[in-house]
């Protein structure tokens, strides 16, 4: 590998890490609008959605981010933290405990959002 492209790689390798620290940061804030909420029927806001779209394709305008990527991966991105928020709530309205090994959840929090938000464990069937 040439040493450009090893420094290169590198640097990705720094920027990736920092992305998941502020993107853990936005986790948390999400999980603060959740306690606010307090309603998994609430988690999503078409409105908001559209509005942060508006502000990061400006954004991104302004930085010379393409819009083909950062329109998906911010929607992709408030879906799963959606996700996420209706997860927190429902799993404080019933406490349920996460099954280890379960690979279908919404963001990495061990529930099926959309099961829970129905009364059924993920995976579990009911």
Same mark, same amino acid.
């Given at each position: 590998m040439s040493g450009d492209l090893k420094r290169l790689r590198d640097r990705i390798d720094r920027l990736d890490r920092a992305l998941v620290r502020r993107l853990a940061e936005r986790q948390r804030l999400v999980e603060a609008v959740a306690r606010i909420k307090a309603d998994p029927l609430r988690a999503r806001d078409p409105r908001r959605v559209e509005d942060v779209?508006?502000?990061? !394709?400006?954004?991104? %305008? =302004? *930085?010379? !981010?393409? $819009? +083909?990527? %950062? =329109? $998906? #991966?911010?929607?992709?991105?408030?879906?799963?933290? %959606? +996700?996420? =928020?209706? %997860?927190?709530? #429902?799993?404080?309205?019933?406490? &349920? *405990? &996460?099954?280890? +090994?379960? +690979?279908?959840? /919404? /963001?990495g929090c061990k529930f099926d959002a959309v099961a829970l938000a129905q009364g059924a464990r993920a995976g579990g069937g009911g």
């Open positions: 779209i508006a502000n990061i !394709l400006r954004s991104a %305008a =302004e *930085q010379g !981010l393409s $819009p +083909d990527i %950062a =329109e $998906p #991966v911010w929607r992709l991105l408030m879906d799963r933290c %959606a +996700d996420h =928020e209706t %997860a927190i709530l #429902v799993s404080a309205g019933e406490s &349920p *405990q &996460p099954e280890p +090994d379960h +690979d279908g959840a /919404c /963001c």
